[in-house]
């Protein structure tokens, strides 16, 4: 039985790797990478400490084989990650559209609108919620 063979049986029924893992190991790679920066003593242990402590987690992890939690960890860290980056790519778009356009909020469910920057009173609806409200653009 080739080496490839044996790993695969090894590995099956455990969790690998995913999105929650490659987050840690980038955090590893930073930590690891900081500790050769900073001067300080305490810190470099206190960094070296965490950075060894996050290896052991991301190990547990890999070779667990409690499929379900770590699919619900995984699940909810994605969760946290899409909130973020979706805030930040707003950002990027409300920058990138400024002068041709104006985000309002939805009053009702709170989604972002994007509407054309006309001066004025205008009526909109809302495309997710199909909520009527109206907006003031002063410029």
Known sequence: MKFRDKLARFMWGRNGIDALYYFHFILFMVMW????IVRADLAKALISIASLLLAGLMLFR???KNLTKRRKENQQFLNIWRSIKN?????KNKARDFKSFTYKKCPSCKANIRLPRKKGTHNVVCPRCKNRFEVKNLF
């Open 33 to 36: 990478i900081l500790q050769y």
């Open 87 to 91: 805030f930040f790519v707003l950002q």
């Open 62 to 64: 890999f070779f667990s």
